[in-house]
């Protein structure tokens, strides 16, 4: 069974540009999280995903974040327009309707703007 | 608001021998989860252990193993025997029970360097 996965791995942007990143999270699980790590700060949470619908979305950063997950499968998470305190690495992760705690992430993508 | 704590930012270990992270927590609630994740470089994070606040007995994995006091508000981890393949970061995380949304709050990473 495949685990979370995150496209792209690493992201190069000018300030101002426009970055999608996705997130297919594994099959099954309704549940997706995004997480953000900023400069080696802490991972800290974004939003909450069940099926299509947004759970908890109290900690996007501001509206230049827009995430959607349309049909309830893959999510994608846009910076529009991106500034440079937005690098730093987007997780994914997922979990099924069993409530156990755990979470499985993917690997990461990580965003570089300059 | 629950935060987490590691005040550990790098730690070394010989080959085979034993260390120990780290972590503490704050919270007004009686029953969460906590948890240590491990991020390999390059490489997604995975659960090394979990533990339940009402359940009083540490968990132990393998060679991995805590001590939770949930008094001191402290779940440090202990690895065991320690291995190249455990050189990683390691994060402390804290979920509440209450809400079905689960998310997690993370501390700042432990970087565990094994030196062979």
């Known amino acids: 069974e495949a685990g979370v996965t995150q496209f792209p791995s690493h992201s190069v942007i000018e300030k101002g540009q426009t970055v999608t990143l996705r997130c297919d999270p594994i099959s099954g699980h309704d549940n997706l999280y995004w997480y953000r790590r900023v400069m080696g700060k802490e991972i800290k949470f974004l939003l909450h995903?069940?099926?299509?619908?947004?759970?908890?979305e109290s900690g996007m950063p501001n509206n230049r974040f827009l995430a959607e997950r349309t049909g309830g499968t893959y999510s994608t998470l846009k910076v529009q327009p991106a500034e440079l305190e937005d690098s730093g690495v987007y997780f994914c992760?997922?979990?099924?309707?069993?409530?156990?705690?755990?979470?499985?992430f993917g690997e990461g993508s990580r965003l570089t703007v300059l | 608001a629950q935060t987490v704590t590691q005040s550990q930012p790098e730690m070394s270990v010989q080959e085979a021998e034993t260390v120990t992270l780290s972590c503490t927590y704050d919270t007004s609630e009686s029953d969460y989860y906590l948890f240590w994740y491990k991020q390999p470089p390059s490489r997604q994070m995975i659960l090394v252990i979990r533990?339940?606040?009402?359940?009083?007995q540490n968990a132990t994995e393998n060679r991995f193993s805590v001590n939770f006091q949930k008094a001191a508000k402290s779940f440090s981890l202990k690895i065991s025997d320690s291995q190249l393949g455990d050189a990683a970061m390691y994060f402390c995380?804290?979920?509440?029970?209450?809400?079905?949304?689960?998310?997690?709050?993370f501390g700042g990473g432990t970087r565990v360097l094994v030196k062979p």
């Open positions: 533990q339940e606040a009402y359940k009083q």
């Open positions: 995380a804290y979920s509440t029970l209450k809400a079905a949304g689960n998310k997690l709050t």
């Open positions: 995903f069940v099926k299509e619908s947004k759970q908890d």
């Open positions: 992760a997922s979990r099924g309707l069993m409530n156990t705690g755990e979470l499985f």
